[in-house]
């Protein structure tokens, strides 16, 4: 039963431009959400996160969206540059379940 | 302040034997996470410990297990190996996972194990 889906294994999107990763997920309890970038032979390091009471969060180039009644979150990147070219992955969690679901990730690939 | 650290960062066994997996979490953190990594899997969440404590579990067999030293260290152990279990293990230690704005977890560099 896969939570928290990524339906986009990959993405190509030219430097510059706006870069968008979807996540959607089913349990409605999830309350926290988190974004995490992962490089070839690196752990996974967080990026952005937002509360369910929020619907935005920035942060620099990076903005999550939460539309809870779709069950959906996004990620912003703009501008996109080469070195943001990695996997995404987005996580949820339902505090105090001290347990984190993650989505199978999307591979980024920003183009020069 | 040093990073999580993962020990070994390679591993090769084969079917039928066990293996143990070091993790080291940053100074101060008192919550470890263990997570496998396998292509189109994602992260699959194992275990998370606090305080010596296992505070929840994933859906994996009895096979797969773990404990947390009285300093944070954690290890986890999977006995009778089959070929499935190739994969990337990750750690990921937080300060108080679960703590009232404390969400944030640091990753390993994990350990990368193949059942022959």
């Known amino acids: 039963d896969q939570q928290v889906k990524q339906n986009s294994p990959s993405l190509s999107v030219q430097e510059g431009r706006i870069s968008i990763l979807n996540c959607d997920y089913t349990n409605s309890m999830f309350d926290y959400f988190l974004w995490y970038k992962k490089y070839p032979a690196e752990g996974p390091t967080f990026l952005i996160s937002i509360s369910s009471i929020k619907d935005k969060n920035e942060d620099g180039r990076f903005t999550v969206f939460l539309n809870k009644s779709a069950k959906h979150l996004s990620l912003h990147i703009v501008p996109s540059q080469p070195g943001d070219s990695a996997v995404y992955f987005c996580?949820?969690?339902?505090?105090?379940?001290?347990?984190?679901?993650f989505g199978t990730g999307t591979r980024l690939k920003v183009l020069a | 302040k040093a990073g999580v650290t993962q020990t070994p960062r390679y591993l090769i066994k084969t079917r039928g034997q066990q293996v143990t997996l070091s993790c080291s979490p940053i100074?101060?953190?008192?919550?470890v996470s263990w997570y496998q990594q396998t292509p189109g899997q994602g992260l699959q969440f194992l275990f998370e410990y606090f305080s010596e404590t296992q505070r929840n579990k994933g859906n994996f067999p009895g096979r797969f297990s773990g404990r947390q030293f009285s300093n944070s260290r954690s290890e986890m152990n999977v006995s009778t190996l089959e070929l499935g279990d190739s994969a990337l293990y990750l750690c990921?230690?937080?300060?108080?996972?679960?703590?009232?704005?404390?969400?944030?977890?640091?990753f390993g560099p994990g350990t990368r194990l193949t059942v022959l």
């Open positions: 100074s101060g953190h008192r919550s």
């Open positions: 990921a230690s937080s300060l108080a996972l679960g703590t009232s704005g404390v969400n944030e977890q640091f």
């Open positions: 996580a949820a969690t339902h505090s105090g379940t001290y347990k984190y679901i």
